[in-house]
């Protein structure tokens, strides 16, 4: 007897989930799956999770999140200040995705450990940056990337408008979806 093909996602594929119903709710399982780039028996997994949990509810029109929902998100800090973008030479992957940390309790040393979680999660890797005195400077020198890179750093700075003291870790990957993964984990890794 077969039992079906096995899902295949990650913990962050179940919160990029609960954000996309949450922004973009109601929403249907199958617009949900296009937009996780998951197969239809992860999307049905994660859904009777989310519902498990009293994370989401069904209604006619799909999914919609709920109060615990959206506590649990707002708990996570993944999507306070994050985008896709273009970084240009500075990343290492045809797909960017930025989160942009504050009040990190941990202090970014070399860049190495945020690199590698992203590697271990399927990414091709991950940049982390800090900003300070209106610059982008990248671990562990803390090299002066406009020195390096001017066009990509002014392009960089327009899209995320960052702030004194920010954190910024760009994962990259082959798709979006790895991207994003990508920058979760490392960024999971400075908390």
């Given at each position: 007897m077969s039992l079906g093909p096995k899902p295949n996602f990650f913990d962050y594929d179940v919160l990029r989930a609960l954000y996309i119903i949450d922004t973009k709710g109601p929403i249907g399982r199958h617009?949900?799956?296009?937009e996780l780039d998951l197969t239809e028996c992860s999307v049905r997994t994660i859904l009777k999770n989310l519902l498990k949990n009293e994370q989401i509810q069904s209604t006619s029109l799909g999914q919609v999140t709920t109060?615990?929902?959206k506590k649990y998100l707002l708990s996570?800090?993944?999507f306070e200040?994050?985008?896709?973008?273009d970084a240009g030479r500075i990343s290492l992957g045809e797909h960017d995705f930025a989160i942009i940390a504050r009040n990190l309790k941990k202090d970014v040393t070399n860049g190495i450990e945020q690199r590698d979680e992203a590697i271990k999660i399927g990414g091709d890797g991950a940049t982390v940056l800090i900003y300070r005195q209106g610059k982008f400077y990248m671990p562990p020198g803390f090299m002066d990337l406009e020195d390096y890179y001017p066009e990509d750093v002014s392009k960089l700075k327009g899209q995320l408008e960052p702030s004194e003291g920010?954190?910024?870790?760009i994962g990259s990957g082959k798709t979006m979806r790895m991207a994003q993964l990508a920058?979760?984990?490392?960024f999971d890794s400075l908390r």
């Open positions: 617009l949900l799956r296009k109060n615990k929902g996570k800090h993944f200040r994050s985008q896709f973008i920010d954190v910024i870790i920058a979760m984990a490392a």
